[in-house]
Nanobody, 114 residues
Framework: QVQLVESGGGLVQPGGSLRLSCAASRSISSLNTMGWYRQAPGKQRELVAH???????YYADSVKGRFIISRDNAKNTVNLQMNSLKPEDTAVYYC????????WGQGTQVTVSS
């Protein structure tokens, strides 16, 4: 069983930045899509961004121009650079790897507040 370990969450002021990282415990085919979801209290989990093996990316409208997703296939990691953070970005962020597999991380809390 592969484990996904997220890091980088925390408390930040509005307008600040955070970088989330997710590392798989073992090698995973680079053909899989890697991405980030988030779930705010009382809301459904939503897709924030994903990156395919071709390096094509998708971003939710709410984060376009502020978040950047990247992957390192050699290290089996996916990162999410979050800039110009807003209070509405507050949520638990989950990484996911899917395609021939379907793995989820345990989640990391991001709180944007002054």
């Amino acid at each position: 069983q592969v484990q996904l370990v997220e890091s980088g969450g925390g408390l930040v002021q509005p307008g600040g930045s955070l970088r989330l990282s997710c590392a798989a415990s073992r090698s995973i085919s680079s053909l899989n899509t890697m991405g980030w979801y988030r779930q705010a209290p009382g809301k459904q989990r939503e897709l924030v961004a994903h990156i395919r093996n071709s390096d094509s990316t998708y971003y939710a409208d709410s984060v376009k121009g502020r978040f950047i997703i990247s992957r390192d296939n050699a290290k089996n990691t996916v990162n999410l650079q979050m800039n110009s953070l807003k209070p509405e970005d507050t949520a638990v962020y989950y990484c996911r790897i899917w395609g021939s597999v379907d793995y989820w991380g345990q989640g990391t809390q991001v709180t944007v507040s002054s």
